[in-house]
Protein backbone atom coordinates (compact mmCIF):
# COMPACT_ATOMS: atom_id res chain seq x y z
CA UNK A 1 0.00 0.00 0.00
CA UNK A 2 1.43 3.30 -1.16
CA UNK A 3 1.54 6.75 0.64
CA UNK A 4 -1.04 7.74 -2.18
CA UNK A 5 -3.57 5.36 -0.92
CA UNK A 6 -2.94 5.68 2.47
CA UNK A 7 -3.71 9.46 2.20
CA UNK A 8 -6.59 8.78 0.28
CA UNK A 9 -8.17 5.89 3.05
CA UNK A 10 -7.38 9.15 5.42
CA UNK A 11 -9.71 10.87 3.79
CA UNK A 12 -12.33 8.62 3.16
CA UNK A 13 -12.42 7.89 6.56
CA UNK A 14 -12.75 11.37 7.88
CA UNK A 15 -15.02 12.43 5.33
CA UNK A 16 -18.28 14.66 6.78
CA UNK A 17 -22.27 13.51 6.33
CA UNK A 18 -22.55 16.68 5.34
CA UNK A 19 -26.55 17.53 6.65
CA UNK A 20 -27.26 14.33 8.85
CA UNK A 21 -28.03 15.79 11.80
CA UNK A 22 -31.58 14.48 12.08
CA UNK A 23 -31.51 10.88 13.58
CA UNK A 24 -33.11 8.46 12.04
CA UNK A 25 -36.20 6.35 13.49
CA UNK A 26 -34.62 2.23 14.81
CA UNK A 27 -35.60 -0.39 12.12
CA UNK A 28 -37.12 -3.58 13.94
CA UNK A 29 -36.08 -5.79 10.79
CA UNK A 30 -33.36 -7.68 9.30
CA UNK A 31 -32.78 -8.38 5.93
CA UNK A 32 -31.70 -11.20 3.58
CA UNK A 33 -30.07 -11.09 0.24
CA UNK A 34 -29.45 -12.90 -2.63
CA UNK A 35 -27.64 -11.92 -5.80
CA UNK A 36 -26.54 -13.33 -8.90
CA UNK A 37 -24.01 -11.56 -11.84
CA UNK A 38 -23.21 -13.82 -14.65
CA UNK A 39 -22.12 -12.34 -18.23
CA UNK A 40 -24.98 -14.73 -19.80
CA UNK A 41 -27.21 -12.01 -19.52
CA UNK A 42 -25.75 -9.97 -21.96
CA UNK A 43 -25.47 -9.09 -25.55
CA UNK A 44 -21.94 -9.80 -25.94
CA UNK A 45 -20.35 -12.49 -27.47
CA UNK A 46 -18.70 -14.56 -25.91
CA UNK A 47 -20.73 -14.43 -22.93
CA UNK A 48 -18.71 -16.77 -20.99
CA UNK A 49 -16.09 -15.00 -20.72
CA UNK A 50 -13.52 -12.97 -17.75
CA UNK A 51 -16.14 -12.17 -14.79
CA UNK A 52 -18.03 -15.12 -15.36
CA UNK A 53 -20.45 -15.29 -12.60
CA UNK A 54 -20.83 -14.21 -8.81
CA UNK A 55 -22.95 -15.36 -6.38
CA UNK A 56 -23.75 -13.83 -2.88
CA UNK A 57 -25.78 -14.78 -0.09
CA UNK A 58 -26.07 -12.05 3.06
CA UNK A 59 -28.00 -11.06 5.99
CA UNK A 60 -27.96 -7.87 8.32
CA UNK A 61 -29.21 -7.09 11.67
CA UNK A 62 -32.14 -4.79 12.66
CA UNK A 63 -30.62 -0.73 13.80
CA UNK A 64 -28.91 -1.12 17.38
CA UNK A 65 -27.94 -4.66 17.20
CA UNK A 66 -24.86 -4.22 17.10
CA UNK A 67 -22.04 -5.63 20.01
CA UNK A 68 -20.61 -2.47 22.07
CA UNK A 69 -17.05 -2.96 20.82
CA UNK A 70 -18.82 -2.38 17.22
CA UNK A 71 -20.56 -0.20 18.00
CA UNK A 72 -17.86 2.45 19.35
CA UNK A 73 -15.84 1.83 16.43
CA UNK A 74 -18.70 2.94 14.45
CA UNK A 75 -19.59 6.22 16.94
CA UNK A 76 -15.20 6.69 16.53
CA UNK A 77 -15.76 6.56 12.36
CA UNK A 78 -18.97 8.30 11.78
CA UNK A 79 -20.07 9.88 14.99
CA UNK A 80 -24.07 9.35 14.37
CA UNK A 81 -26.46 7.46 12.38
CA UNK A 82 -28.18 3.73 12.73
CA UNK A 83 -25.76 0.99 12.44
CA UNK A 84 -26.25 -2.49 11.97
CA UNK A 85 -23.87 -5.40 11.59
CA UNK A 86 -23.72 -8.13 7.99
CA UNK A 87 -22.47 -10.91 7.09
CA UNK A 88 -22.30 -12.36 3.56
CA UNK A 89 -20.65 -15.32 1.36
CA UNK A 90 -19.60 -15.08 -1.90
CA UNK A 91 -18.41 -16.76 -4.54
CA UNK A 92 -17.28 -15.12 -7.80
CA UNK A 93 -15.96 -17.38 -11.02
CA UNK A 94 -13.00 -15.39 -13.70
CA UNK A 95 -11.93 -17.37 -16.98
CA UNK A 96 -10.11 -16.38 -19.96
CA UNK A 97 -12.08 -16.06 -23.13
CA UNK A 98 -11.06 -18.91 -24.61
CA UNK A 99 -12.02 -21.76 -22.12
CA UNK A 100 -11.80 -25.15 -24.78
CA UNK A 101 -7.86 -25.68 -24.19
CA UNK A 102 -6.56 -27.46 -21.86
CA UNK A 103 -3.46 -25.18 -21.22
CA UNK A 104 -4.92 -21.99 -21.03
CA UNK A 105 -3.45 -18.89 -23.18
CA UNK A 106 -0.75 -17.03 -20.99
CA UNK A 107 -1.79 -13.82 -22.47
CA UNK A 108 -5.35 -14.39 -21.66
CA UNK A 109 -7.10 -13.38 -18.36
CA UNK A 110 -6.57 -16.34 -15.68
CA UNK A 111 -8.65 -18.99 -14.53
CA UNK A 112 -9.64 -17.87 -11.09
CA UNK A 113 -12.41 -18.88 -8.21
CA UNK A 114 -13.02 -16.39 -5.15
CA UNK A 115 -14.76 -17.50 -2.16
CA UNK A 116 -15.14 -14.88 0.62
CA UNK A 117 -16.63 -14.33 3.91
CA UNK A 118 -17.37 -10.33 4.40
CA UNK A 119 -18.51 -8.78 8.15
CA UNK A 120 -19.66 -5.58 7.90
CA UNK A 121 -20.65 -2.53 9.78
CA UNK A 122 -23.09 0.00 8.29
CA UNK A 123 -24.04 3.42 9.37
CA UNK A 124 -27.41 5.13 8.28
CA UNK A 125 -28.12 8.93 8.63
CA UNK A 126 -30.66 10.80 6.18
CA UNK A 127 -28.20 11.36 3.51
CA UNK A 128 -25.36 9.23 3.92
CA UNK A 129 -24.24 5.91 3.96
CA UNK A 130 -21.23 4.56 5.51
CA UNK A 131 -19.89 0.63 5.54
CA UNK A 132 -16.92 -0.91 6.92
CA UNK A 133 -16.28 -4.56 5.43
CA UNK A 134 -13.62 -6.71 6.21
CA UNK A 135 -13.16 -9.89 3.69
CA UNK A 136 -11.64 -13.22 4.66
CA UNK A 137 -11.29 -16.39 2.01
CA UNK A 138 -9.65 -18.38 -0.39
CA UNK A 139 -8.54 -17.73 -4.24
CA UNK A 140 -8.04 -20.89 -6.05
CA UNK A 141 -9.39 -24.26 -6.48
CA UNK A 142 -10.86 -24.52 -2.85
CA UNK A 143 -13.31 -21.96 -3.86
CA UNK A 144 -15.01 -24.30 -6.05
CA UNK A 145 -15.18 -22.55 -9.53
CA UNK A 146 -14.79 -25.28 -11.37
CA UNK A 147 -17.02 -27.59 -9.89
CA UNK A 148 -19.76 -24.97 -9.74
CA UNK A 149 -19.38 -23.42 -13.65
CA UNK A 150 -19.16 -27.19 -15.03
CA UNK A 151 -21.39 -28.69 -12.99
CA UNK A 152 -24.19 -26.11 -13.90
CA UNK A 153 -23.05 -26.69 -17.79
CA UNK A 154 -23.93 -30.26 -17.29
CA UNK A 155 -27.72 -29.22 -15.94
CA UNK A 156 -28.11 -26.74 -19.03
CA UNK A 157 -26.28 -29.31 -21.39
CA UNK A 158 -23.58 -27.17 -22.59
CA UNK A 159 -19.66 -28.23 -22.22
CA UNK A 160 -16.87 -28.24 -19.59
CA UNK A 161 -14.60 -25.43 -19.33
CA UNK A 162 -11.20 -27.20 -19.62
CA UNK A 163 -8.35 -25.38 -18.46
CA UNK A 164 -9.14 -24.78 -14.42
CA UNK A 165 -6.02 -27.23 -14.14
CA UNK A 166 -3.94 -24.30 -14.41
CA UNK A 167 -6.02 -21.61 -12.02
CA UNK A 168 -4.44 -19.51 -9.78
CA UNK A 169 -3.31 -21.44 -6.65
CA UNK A 170 -5.26 -21.83 -3.37
CA UNK A 171 -4.07 -18.53 -1.67
CA UNK A 172 -5.65 -17.19 1.40
CA UNK A 173 -6.56 -13.64 1.14
CA UNK A 174 -8.32 -10.66 2.79
CA UNK A 175 -9.65 -7.25 2.06
CA UNK A 176 -10.19 -3.95 4.19
CA UNK A 177 -12.98 -1.67 2.52
CA UNK A 178 -14.18 1.26 3.56
CA UNK A 179 -17.34 3.30 1.39
CA UNK A 180 -19.17 6.03 1.69
CA UNK A 181 -22.54 6.63 -0.11
CA UNK A 182 -24.37 10.85 -0.21
CA UNK A 183 -28.07 10.99 -1.28
CA UNK A 184 -28.81 14.36 -3.16
CA UNK A 185 -32.35 14.85 -4.00
CA UNK A 186 -32.59 16.82 -6.78
CA UNK A 187 -36.02 17.89 -6.94
CA UNK A 188 -38.70 16.44 -8.36
CA UNK A 189 -40.21 16.20 -12.71
CA UNK A 190 -44.03 15.56 -13.38
CA UNK A 191 -44.38 15.03 -9.58
CA UNK A 192 -41.99 12.12 -9.37
CA UNK A 193 -38.86 12.22 -7.50
CA UNK A 194 -34.77 12.55 -8.93
CA UNK A 195 -31.86 12.26 -6.86
CA UNK A 196 -27.57 11.83 -7.55
CA UNK A 197 -25.49 9.25 -5.23
CA UNK A 198 -22.23 10.18 -5.10
CA UNK A 199 -19.58 7.85 -3.82
CA UNK A 200 -16.52 6.77 -2.78
CA UNK A 201 -14.95 3.51 -2.06
CA UNK A 202 -11.47 2.37 -1.12
CA UNK A 203 -10.63 -1.08 -0.48
CA UNK A 204 -7.13 -2.68 0.83
CA UNK A 205 -5.44 -5.73 1.11
CA UNK A 206 -3.65 -8.77 -0.86
CA UNK A 207 -7.35 -9.62 -3.19
CA UNK A 208 -7.32 -5.93 -4.36
CA UNK A 209 -5.97 -2.46 -4.02
CA UNK A 210 -8.41 0.30 -5.62
CA UNK A 211 -10.01 3.58 -5.14
CA UNK A 212 -12.91 3.87 -6.43
CA UNK A 213 -15.56 7.15 -6.87
CA UNK A 214 -18.30 7.54 -8.91
CA UNK A 215 -22.66 8.31 -9.11
CA UNK A 216 -25.77 7.06 -10.08
CA UNK A 217 -28.43 9.02 -10.77
CA UNK A 218 -32.27 7.95 -9.78
CA UNK A 219 -35.40 8.68 -11.18
CA UNK A 220 -38.68 7.34 -9.34
CA UNK A 221 -41.17 7.16 -5.90
CA UNK A 222 -39.78 6.49 -2.62
CA UNK A 223 -36.05 7.19 -2.85
CA UNK A 224 -34.99 7.81 0.42
CA UNK A 225 -36.09 3.98 0.59
CA UNK A 226 -32.26 2.90 -0.01
CA UNK A 227 -29.12 4.13 -1.19
CA UNK A 228 -28.80 2.51 -4.84
CA UNK A 229 -28.94 -1.04 -5.91
CA UNK A 230 -26.71 -3.86 -4.24
CA UNK A 231 -23.64 -4.94 -6.38
CA UNK A 232 -21.27 -7.86 -5.77
CA UNK A 233 -17.66 -5.79 -5.07
CA UNK A 234 -15.57 -4.32 -6.36
CA UNK A 235 -19.23 -3.05 -8.53
CA UNK A 236 -20.49 0.03 -7.21
CA UNK A 237 -23.12 -1.02 -4.99
CA UNK A 238 -25.67 0.63 -2.92
CA UNK A 239 -26.04 -2.03 0.02
CA UNK A 240 -28.72 -4.65 1.01
CA UNK A 241 -30.38 -2.36 3.61
CA UNK A 242 -33.72 -0.90 2.18
CA UNK A 243 -36.40 0.74 4.50
CA UNK A 244 -39.58 1.10 2.48
CA UNK A 245 -41.01 4.53 3.19
CA UNK A 246 -44.10 3.94 0.77
CA UNK A 247 -46.02 0.96 0.07
CA UNK A 248 -44.70 0.87 -3.06
CA UNK A 249 -41.53 2.55 -4.25
CA UNK A 250 -39.59 2.26 -7.59
CA UNK A 251 -37.18 3.70 -9.54
CA UNK A 252 -34.67 3.56 -12.46
CA UNK A 253 -30.97 4.60 -12.48
CA UNK A 254 -28.20 4.83 -14.39
CA UNK A 255 -24.78 6.09 -13.61
CA UNK A 256 -20.71 5.14 -14.19
CA UNK A 257 -17.81 5.15 -11.28
CA UNK A 258 -14.10 4.56 -11.98
CA UNK A 259 -11.28 2.57 -10.26
CA UNK A 260 -7.80 3.43 -9.93
CA UNK A 261 -6.18 0.00 -9.36
CA UNK A 262 -2.84 -0.47 -7.40
CA UNK A 263 -2.77 -4.42 -7.59
CA UNK A 264 -5.16 -7.16 -8.26
CA UNK A 265 -4.78 -11.13 -7.49
CA UNK A 266 -7.02 -12.57 -9.63
CA UNK A 267 -4.80 -11.12 -12.64
CA UNK A 268 -1.55 -10.60 -11.06
CA UNK A 269 -1.48 -14.14 -9.05
CA UNK A 270 0.24 -13.49 -6.15
CA UNK A 271 3.74 -11.41 -5.26
CA UNK A 272 6.72 -13.42 -4.79
CA UNK A 273 4.99 -16.68 -5.95
CA UNK A 274 5.09 -17.99 -9.65
CA UNK A 275 1.76 -18.64 -11.33
CA UNK A 276 -0.44 -17.47 -14.02
CA UNK A 277 -1.00 -13.42 -14.74
CA UNK A 278 -1.50 -10.93 -17.08
CA UNK A 279 -0.69 -7.11 -16.61
CA UNK A 280 -3.15 -5.05 -15.20
CA UNK A 281 -5.01 -1.54 -16.28
CA UNK A 282 -4.86 0.90 -13.41
CA UNK A 283 -7.76 2.59 -14.66
CA UNK A 284 -11.33 0.60 -14.98
CA UNK A 285 -14.41 2.24 -15.88
CA UNK A 286 -17.85 0.97 -15.43
CA UNK A 287 -21.51 1.89 -16.57
CA UNK A 288 -24.79 0.72 -15.20
CA UNK A 289 -28.52 1.00 -15.50
CA UNK A 290 -31.23 -0.28 -14.41
CA UNK A 291 -34.68 -0.37 -11.74
CA UNK A 292 -35.62 -1.33 -8.47
CA UNK A 293 -39.21 -2.31 -7.20
CA UNK A 294 -40.00 -2.90 -3.57
CA UNK A 295 -43.17 -3.81 -2.26
CA UNK A 296 -44.62 -6.12 0.60
CA UNK A 297 -41.49 -6.07 2.31
CA UNK A 298 -39.17 -7.18 -0.53
CA UNK A 299 -36.86 -5.19 -3.18
CA UNK A 300 -36.06 -6.50 -6.48
CA UNK A 301 -33.15 -4.79 -8.35
CA UNK A 302 -31.65 -5.76 -11.59
CA UNK A 303 -28.46 -3.46 -13.29
CA UNK A 304 -26.86 -4.54 -16.10
CA UNK A 305 -23.10 -3.52 -16.38
CA UNK A 306 -20.59 -2.48 -19.21
CA UNK A 307 -17.07 -2.37 -18.01
CA UNK A 308 -13.98 -0.91 -19.66
CA UNK A 309 -10.76 -3.19 -20.33
CA UNK A 310 -9.24 -5.00 -16.58
CA UNK A 311 -6.03 -6.26 -18.29
CA UNK A 312 -3.75 -5.25 -21.02
CA UNK A 313 -4.07 -7.28 -24.27
CA UNK A 314 -8.27 -7.82 -22.89
CA UNK A 315 -10.05 -8.38 -26.48
CA UNK A 316 -13.78 -8.05 -27.15
CA UNK A 317 -14.31 -4.53 -26.09
CA UNK A 318 -16.80 -3.54 -22.96
CA UNK A 319 -17.08 -6.56 -20.81
CA UNK A 320 -21.07 -6.62 -19.77
CA UNK A 321 -22.84 -8.76 -17.74
CA UNK A 322 -26.44 -8.63 -15.74
CA UNK A 323 -26.52 -8.70 -11.66
CA UNK A 324 -29.89 -9.12 -10.02
CA UNK A 325 -30.69 -9.03 -6.40
CA UNK A 326 -33.69 -9.95 -4.28
CA UNK A 327 -34.15 -8.50 -0.30
CA UNK A 328 -36.44 -9.81 2.03
CA UNK A 329 -37.15 -7.97 5.64
CA UNK A 330 -38.22 -10.34 8.55
Given at each position: MNSRTLAVLSVTFGLPAWGAQAQLAADPHSIWTIQDENASITTGRPPDRFYVNGLDIGWFSPTGDVPDALAGVGRALWDSGQQRVGFDLTQQIYTPAGTTS????AYDRPYAGVLLGNFSLMSDTEDTRSTLTASFGLVGPGAGAEQVQNGFHNLIGQNHTVGWGGQIANTPVAELLHERIWRLPMGTVAGLE???????????????DYVQTGVL??????????????RLRPGQSGGDVFVPTR????????????????YDLLLQS???RSGPHVSAVWDVGEMQAGFAVMAYGMRLTFAYVAQTQTFNGQTGGLHQFGSAALSVRF
Open positions: VVPNTDALPSLTVAIGDLRFRFGQGLDSDFGVPPFAWYVFAGADGQAVGAPF
